[in-house]
Each structure stands twice: as C-alpha cells, then as structure tokens.
C-alpha cells in the first residue's frame, strides 16, 4: 500500500464523524495549524472514524492525516497497531468471544465451535478475542455496532443462544448487565475499605456519593497542602498495586520536585492481564472515588490535568465514567477552580484500543501522543521526562483508591493494617474453579488458602490442581502451597509474585498443555515486536510448546525443556519491558512446581 498522500476522498460519515471530533474545516481547508500539533488527537480520531463505519479506510487514513498534519504512513501505523480497529471492511456488528484463560475454562471454545456459521457477507461477524475482564462471569463476549447509533455492550456469562440473539440483533438482543455488586461477594461487609461503596450507592449519584463519605479525602487534602498530602501518603507505606509494589509516595514526591512544569498525571486502567478485573470494578461501581483520587494526585503533584487510559473493552465503565466526570465538573469538583479552592484539575478520558502492552507506563505516553503503543528505553523516568516530555505520575486505579482512606482516617492507621512492608487493603481477582468467582478484599497477609476459603473453594467435589498467581505472567503454585501469604515479601520469598491481584484456579479437569498453549499464544500475539527478544523469544517459546503438545520435541523432553528455560531466560534479560521479560514465567513455573510435560500430577 502506498502510504503517502494520495488525495483521497472520505466519506460522509467519515468526515461527519471527525468534524464531531476535531470541528469543520474552514474554508475547505482540513490541516489544522502547526505540524503535528495536535497529533494526540489520533487515537480518538480513529475510534470516531471507526465507531462511525466499522473500519478504517484508505480515504479516512488520508483525511485523518490531512486534518492533523500527520504523515499518512504514520495513521496507518498506529491504526494497524491495536487489535480493536479493522482496516479491512466488514459486517457493522462485530461480536467479540473471549478464548482466553477464565472463559477457556467455562467452555467458550464450544461456544465459539456451537456459533452459527457466518459467510462474512452478512450484517455480522464473530471473532475470537483475548481477555474481556470479565473473568468472574466467564465465558463473556463483548458486542460492538457500528454505524448511525454505534454502541457496544458486554454479556457474561455469554450462552450459545445470546451469541447468537447478539449475530441477530447486536446489542438489543442481550439482557441487561447484573449489578456491578455481583462481581463482589463480600458486598456490604461494613469491615471493607476499598470496596465498601459497591452495592451500597448509585454509582451514577454524585449526592449518594458524598453521603457516603465523598470528597472529605480532598478536603483534608487541601488542608494539609501539597506537601502535607505527599508525606501522608509515604508515611502510610502504600506501594503500587499494579505489580511493581514501587513505593508510591516516593514516586508522588519525585514528580512534585520537578522544576519544569507543567506536571502530568495518568491513571492507568488498562487492566488487560488475563484474569484482572478489580480496576474494572471499582470504576463501574465506585467512578467518583477514582475521580476524586485522581483529583488528589493531580492537587498533591502539581498537575492541572489528568488522563484516564481505559481499555478499549470496558463500556460500562465508560459510560459510568463519563457520565461521573461530566456531573463532578458541573458541580466544581473538576474544573478551573476545584471546589473553590483555588486550584485546577480536569480529567480526560482516553480509549484504547486493544493493545495489552499499553498497560506498560510508557507504552501509555506514546498511544496518548498519537503514536504506536511501544514501550520506551528508560532511563529517563516518566517522574522526569514523561508524556509530552513532562515530568508525569502515573498510578493505577486500585494504587490511586487507596489514597483516600488514607487521608480519611490516617495514614498510621492505614499502614497498621497488613504485613510488614505490604501495608493496607488487597484486591484479588479470583475467578476459575472456585464457587464464588469475584474480587475480593483482605489485608496484608492472608494467605492463599484463606482467600479461596473466602470464595467457596473448589466446588463439585473436584480436585484443587494449581494455583496461577499474577495472571499469564505470573507463576503456578501447586494444592501444597496455600499456606503462601499474601504480601508482596511473602510471594518473593515463595518463588512466586502478586502481580496484579490475579488468583485463577484450575481444578483437575483443566487441560494444563493447552493452558499454557493459550499463554504462550497470548504473549506472541501482544508482543509489540520492538525488540528482538520479546518479538523472536514469544514465537519460538510457543513452537516449543507446541512441539512438546504434539509429542515431537527437539531432542528430547529434557533438551526441549532446557531450550524453553534458555528462551526464558533471554527474554527475561534482555527485553525492553515487563512483557518480554515475564512472558516466560508462568510456563517456567508450570514445569518446576507441576512436573508440566514430565508428569501428570
């Protein structure tokens, strides 16, 4: 294809949909000022031409390029770089079916197998797809509609006879959602902290949320100022609970010291690794409590504004959002004046796109920018030269939440619950084999066979076989290890790692090969293919897997093993980011404590 200008013509509803976006071009003209001035734009320009027609065409890559002054080549790399966007035509209905490690597990590949055949000349097509975030309801598909009322809808636990209402007639033939309250077994247990709002207030109701104790975080913020907010939130001992358990004052205060201003601040809520959901949770269920988190960390850092880089896949956690951000700003708790008290904070909400690596902190500057989502080389430090080139906070939202209990009641409070440096509230993600899938809270330090006790254990009389913390980049712990405690030390010192919240359960009919097959297959495909270890390590740990699946290993079980431990190893050492370098863990794992491809335990 030849990516230069070709002077093509969009259609109607392709022009319509980016004047909505971008506004008319004057006089006919579709460039918009200085060169690249506004190329952030591109990512929403994309989902409006995208949600407009369904794909992205020829003539709509050259109009989004003539209207931000960006090189067509450029629109076409980063449209051909989320999984989301189509650049071929297609059917306006496109429905998504999770194969991944929950809904696998729940039978979605008979629900993909049992699907009306489609001949893709009709009005719609059904496609596979990764992880919905939906895995406390597997099997789920999520259904999408393009067009003059495009819109999208999500439906778990997904049935062959809603796969196919949903083929028939998209959105209007699913049901309604179940309250977000169903994704919370503990829902309305007074003793919980981060959850206790769900179930509880309309999450729509900015009143039913300032009954409940919203806004008196900010307010004490205010009183104690910037600095005031910064050493609360270090002295209570929150770390990122997003993985890397950083310290997060330490990184609030590194942002705020920076001379060159202005500050940025991104709450990262692309929470794509299979198995998390809790993110998706407390946005549906609690939008005000991440908004006004937000507006704490933008207060105590310095930054006016705030970016919310949310999934491609969350729809009612848009619309909740949405619709908290436009009634906080209508009411002055956003806006250029926060409450009247002298400060300003906004907050924007940016869509991916279907891009797991986006979750990766500086994969997320480069998609707000307008570029392909792929890692940068570090250093220098997002609190240094972040997005736009800023110094930027970025924290997830269950990292973010948890800073207004600690401004509610203190932060010595705070850090006197859990365990030695894991201090405060944990959200797990517990969805497979268990009777009661969900998030759950608990402190620091429960362990591992307390949190599956909380969610009714394995039901059916059915044999507890592994354990898979962290999600797909995580580790395997075998039916001998509950006792594990749930701290950031106690996990390091098992072997094993939290990640973000992931405890995914497989009882003894689960397929571990093809398990792990479904792993090695997901990171090959979110590989961003920057840097040769990730991108040539993904291909071949899969063909080893497969080689070992199929009984033909390369020399051997053994030396085909120790090939897949050097492949590990190199990408673990070598890779640009946190998925080439994990991207081997969990199949490691599988091998040393399951006895994966020597024995059958």
């Not at 097509?125 to 406390?136: A, I, K, Q, W």
């Not at 997002?382 to 207004?404: A, K, Q, S, W, Y």
């Not at 066979?449 to 059916?460: S, T």
């Amino acid at each position: 294809m030849d990516l230069r200008s070709a002077g093509l013509t969009a259609s109607v509803a392709e022009q319509a949909a980016l004047d909505d976006l971008l506004g008319a071009p004057a006089n006919g003209w579709r460039g918009n000022g200085a060169l690249g001035s506004r190329r952030h734009l591109l990512l929403p320009a994309l989902h409006a031409v995208h949600d407009a027609v369904g794909w992205i065409s020829r003539e709509a890559v050259d109009e989004i390029a003539r209207r931000l002054e960006v090189a067509p080549a450029d629109v076409f790399g980063v449209a051909s770089f989320y999984g989301l966007f189509s650049l071929e035509p297609r059917p306006p209905r496109v429905v998504h079916v999770c194969t991944d490690l929950a809904c696998r597990m729940a039978g979605s590949l008979d629900l993909r197998a049992g699907a009306p055949a489609l001949d893709g000349g009709g009005p719609a097509t059904l496609v596979e797809s990764p992880c919905l975030g939906l895995c406390e309801r597997a099997p789920a598909m999520l259904v999408a509609q393009y067009g003059e009322r495009p819109g999208e809808a999500v439906a778990a636990p997904a049935t062959a006879a809603n796969v196919a209402a949903a083929l028939d007639e998209g959105i209007g033939g699913l049901g309604p959602e179940p309250p977000v309250a169903a994704a919370v077994p503990q829902a309305g247990d007074p003793n919980l902290v981060l959850l206790r709002r769900i179930g509880v207030v309309d999450p729509a109701s900015l009143n039913d949320y300032r009954d409940r104790g919203g806004y008196e975080a900010l307010r004490r913020a205010v009183r104690l100022g910037p600095a005031g907010v910064i050493r609360e939130v270090t002295d209570s001992g929150l770390v990122g609970r997003g993985g890397a358990a950083f310290p997060t004052g330490r990184k609030w205060a590194a942002v705020a010291g920076q001379p060159v201003r202005p500050h940025e601040l991104v709450c990262n809520a692309d929470e794509s690794e299979p198995g998390t959901f809790k993110d998706r949770v407390l946005m549906e269920g609690d939008p005000y409590a991440v908004l006004e988190a937000m507006t704490i960390a933008g207060y105590a850092v310095g930054a006016e504004r705030g970016y919310l880089y949310l999934r491609g896949e969350y729809p009612r956690a848009l619309r909740a959002l949405q619709s908290a951000i436009d009634a906080a700003r209508e009411r002055g708790f956003l806006g250029p004046d926060v409450m009247g008290q002298g400060f300003a904070f906004d907050v924007e909400i940016r869509r991916g796109a279907g891009a797991y690596i986006c979750g990766e902190e500086t994969a997320i500057f480069n998609s707000i920018e307008g570029y392909r989502g792929e890692p940068r080389n570090k250093p220098p430090f997002p609190v240094e030269v972040g997005l736009f080139g800023r110094p930027t906070l970025v924290n997830n939202v269950e990292t973010l939440v948890n800073v207004l209990p600690i401004l509610e009641r203190g932060a010595a409070a705070f850090a006197a619950v859990g365990a030695g440096r894991s201090t405060g509230p944990k959200l797990f993600c517990v969805s497979g084999a268990v009777a009661r899938p969900g998030v759950y809270e608990v402190p620091f330090g429960a362990t591992l066979g307390q949190l599956l006790d909380l969610a009714g254990g394995v039901p059916g009389g059915r044999r507890l076989r592994a354990v898979l913390l962290g999600g797909a980049a995580g580790a395997f712990v075998g039916p001998d290890r509950l006792d594990v405690p749930l701290t950031f030390e106690g996990a390091a010192a098992a072997g094993v790692t939290l990640g973000s919240g992931v405890v995914m359960v497989l009882d003894d009919t689960v397929d571990l090969t093809g398990f792990l097959l479904r792993i090695a297959a997901f990171f090959r495909d979110e590989s961003c293919g920057q840097c040769v270890p990730c991108r040539v390590g993904t291909v071949r740990q899969e063909e080893a897997l497969q080689r070992l699946a199929t009984g033909r290993p390369l020399g051997g079980v053994e030396e085909e093993l120790a090939r897949l431990a050097d492949i590990g190893q190199v990408m673990g050492d070598a890779s640009i980011c946190g998925l080439g370098q994990t991207a081997a863990n969990a199949v490691a794992s599988a091998v040393e404590a399951l006895g994966a491809f020597r024995s059958e335990r």
